[in-house]
């Protein structure tokens, strides 16, 4: 009898969080996984390094910002799917980089559908697309994916730019382009300068004498925050749909930054306003107040529910903190 073919995918941004998930995901259904890496002067690949001898797991060396590299691998392997994770992701950083921001984030998806339209037509391609697309203050929320787009950021621009392009090559060109506007997902991979691997770090740390206080900007802000391996296979779910479309991803509940560090700090017994100090220059020149998704859409089309509680997400992230740090 002959061999199943496996499936091939590419996951760009394979050593990040939603990345890394991912590339398990698709190892344990069988699919043979190209993960882009780009070369850093430290070794980045903490996240994957117990796949890198996976037999069907191949690293290979490209950038977002070289586009050359993006085309060469598209034709290369030319995928069955192909999950564009690859991005300069933090907001804050965004307003201080924002033309690395764009180049990155749009420029990059831009090589990448038009390399999958001449050179791979098949392939079916996955943007991750962000809530920080929303956030224009007065636009009532849950957020959905007929709710105006106004982003606040250079972040937020360069996605929804991403995301129009990544329309236009599925209404022009008939490509399966297909997008999950998502809101934020946690986990123990959550990059450390996000606020909530910063404060789940610094309650460890705090908790063990290694540090005396934790910095930081916005409490008030409002989220809507998932739990990221769930978030992933949401994503696979989505490229499984017969038709590419756009669907909002969240949790339907928000909460404020102060609420998810009065958790943490509780869940080891200690009073959070005695180790916090605001610091003004974390605050972000201009700082959307809430997010909050309406995943209805998603729900109706694939079935997709997210199961993890806001309290599970912030004590599990603690719990590998005191554990690792
Ligand atoms: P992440 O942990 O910050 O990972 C980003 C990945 O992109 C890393 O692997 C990073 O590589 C890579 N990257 C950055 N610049 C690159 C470049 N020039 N060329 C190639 N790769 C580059 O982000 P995440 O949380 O996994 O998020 C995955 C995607 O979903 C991102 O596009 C993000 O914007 C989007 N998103 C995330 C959330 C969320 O809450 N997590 C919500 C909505 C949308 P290094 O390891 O070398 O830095």
Redesign the pocket.
């Known amino acids: 009898m002959a061999k199943k073919r496996r499936k091939t995918a590419i996951i ?8 890394s998930y991912m590339a398990e995901l698709l190892l344990s259904k069988e699919y043979e996984v190209y993960g ?1 890496m ?1 070369r ?1 002067s430290t070794w ?1 690949s903490r996240r994957i390094d117990h796949l890198l001898e996976h037999p069907h797991f191949h690293k290979k060396y490209g ?3 070289d586009h050359a590299s993006l085309i060469a691998l598209t034709v290369d392997v030319k995928p069955d799917e192909f999950y564009n ?5 933090q907001v804050r950083i965004s307003f201080e980089i924002p033309r690395d921001t764009i180049t ?1 984030n749009t420029l990059g998806v831009l090589t990448i559908l038009d390399a999958i339209r001449r050179f791979s037509p098949k392939t079916r391609f996955y943007q ?1 697309s ?2 920080e697309m929303f956030g224009e203050p007065g636009v009532p929320v849950p957020f959905n994916e007929k709710t105006p787009m106004i982003p606040q950021n250079p972040y937020g621009v360069s996605k929804l730019a991403a995301y129009h392009l990544t329309q236009q090559y599925r209404h022009g060109y008939g490509l399966f382009a297909t997008t999950g506007i ?1 809101f ?2 946690e986990s123990p991979r959550r ?1 450390e300068n996000f606020v909530t691997k910063k404060v789940t770090q610094a309650v460890a740390r705090i908790k063990k004498g290694k540090q005396n206080f934790l910095m930081l900007g916005n409490l008030d802000a409002k989220r809507d925050w998932g739990w ?1 391996p769930e978030f992933v296979e949401a994503i696979h779910t989505i490229m499984r749909l017969d038709k590419p479309d756009v669907f909002v991803v969240a949790t339907g509940e928000t909460h404020s930054i102060r609420e998810f560090v009065e958790e943490a700090f509780g869940h080891v017994g200690l009073d959070w306003k005695k180790f916090v100090k605001i610091q003004e220059d974390l605050k972000r020149p201009n700082d959307v107040p809430l997010l909050l998704g309406d995943a209805t859409k998603m729900r109706r089309a694939t079935g997709w529910k997210p199961k993890m509680k806001f309290k599970d997400i912030v004590r599990e992230m603690v719990k590998y903190d005191l554990e690792h740090v």
């Open positions: 760009t941004g394979v050593t990040g969080q939603d990345g882009l780009r850093v980045n950038d977002l910002d994770f690859g991005a300069m992701s990155t991750a962000s809530s998502l934020n997902h990059g990221a």
